[in-house]
């Protein structure tokens, strides 16, 4: 399904590039986290691919908040730069919201400044969605899924997957329609929900949480966690999870992804 | 309640004046919709009782887009209007969004503007959150109903109560931290949702849609709806009623908001 959706992107950029329009992509990258540098490298691999233009820019650890803004403000002002990606987490000194408030919304591709936001809870569609939550809704229409009338449980209320997940499945329109709630670290009976959900979205970040027991028969599992978990099988000691224990909730789901191959690196 | 945030803000805006400023509201009103002039009224009156500045441009029902962006356009530009709400339904050849998205997001009081409803679903709290959500918050809070935990079930998914409402009732703070479930037209099994709500919220504009049977004993039920019935017993032939069937609802509930009385007019 990823390569598909690869090859609709590759043949859309080759359209553009025949009408005279290269699109950039423009990563910027502050320090040297591991994880950071893998996903960097995977967005730059995946759009030089596809045909577009563009480049990482990387800046050290130590860089002050003006002078990231100050580098924002260039790709804002760059008509060759139609795409402008900052890299989270950034170091401590720079405070990620103001960051993302510089960025033109008409470049912000992971669709986190206010402006897109909003938009995808109104339900415009021109804007841009936060891509993991895009990628599930891509994902449950590429795979027959119906959301209509579903019931949907999204454990995880972060502003990257869980708000906008929910925002996005609740709307009026096809891959939305869903009757949709929300569960967090303060919900009170988080089994009784996750268990009479038709499509149950774990985005909590803690490894392994939802087990099999949890889950409705039948129900369609999205896991987008990605936790490291101590293994001493592995040659590194720790081995990938995902928020779900795959190995009880296989046989309970109909449908499941797996962590890692689906989401992530 | 309704009194003591009167006066709350007359004190407020009593400090600002103290401090030079004079906080001035402009209400735009197009064509002579009668439950309009009605809302456009009570704004006036309010605002001025606060000790408000500000002053309510009525513009004729043929009013072009053009002509009304042109009065926005102004009133973004005049320091002495802190305040811009264009008043809902506008006619037919003027496009809501496109009016919405030209007042300066600080300006915009009712919290329309995609920025305003993206910082509201983010969790900032420097914009302007639309007013009924954010009347629901201060009538939970101020009568000391807990979110934290609770399971709030909002039927109706509006961009002016429903979502934005739902947005607010997740958030991570004091007023939030609740369950939500947003239920709506196609809402498979609406019963069992109303049925398992501590917190029942409806915005659906159906008349005495959500009768007792459908609310957990003890449940608060907050009902923002405002429907036309027909009623031979009045002078008028109809009366004012809510999506909540009051009278089997009312001992069921702990507290429940009346219709009319509590909302609206």
Not at 255 to 263: E, H, L, Q
Request: aromatic share 2%; charged share 20%.
């Amino acid at each position: 399904m990823a390569a598909a959706v690869r090859d609709e992107v590759a043949a859309e950029v080759a359209d553009l590039v025949a009408h005279g329009v290269i699109p950039g992509l423009t990563v910027v990258l502050v320090g040297d986290d591991a994880a950071s540098a893998t996903y960097v490298g995977a967005k730059e691999k995946a759009s030089r691919a596809a045909g577009m233009a563009g480049e990482t820019i990387r800046l050290p650890g130590s860089t002050t908040q003006a002078d990231l803004l100050a580098v924002v403000e260039g790709l804002n002002a760059d008509p060759a730069v139609h795409g402008i990606l900052v890299q989270m987490p950034l170091p401590k000194q720079i405070d990620p919201d103001t960051v993302i408030r510089h960025i033109r919304p008409d470049k912000d591709v992971d669709g986190f400044h206010p402006v897109n936001v909003g938009k995808l809870l109104i339900g415009h569609t021109d804007g841009f969605v936060s891509c993991t939550p895009a990628g599930v809704i891509e994902l449950l229409l590429r795979s027959g899924v119906e959301t209509r009338g579903a019931e949907v449980v999204v454990v995880g209320r972060s502003n990257i997957v869980g708000k906008p997940m929910a925002a996005l499945l609740m709307q009026a329109r096809v891959g939305g329609d869903a009757t949709v709630t929300v569960c967090h670290s303060r919900t009170r009976n988080l089994v009784a929900h996750t268990r009479r959900a038709d499509i149950l979205i774990a985005a909590i970040g803690q490894a392994e949480m939802i087990t099999g027991d949890m889950i409705k028969p039948g129900a369609v599992v999205i896991d987008v966690g990605m936790n490291t978990k101590p293994d001493p099988t592995t040659a590194k000691g720790t081995r990938l999870c995902g928020d779900v224990h795959f190995a009880s909730a296989v046989d309970v789901a109909s449908k499941i992804t797996p962590v890692p191959g689906a989401w992530g690196r």
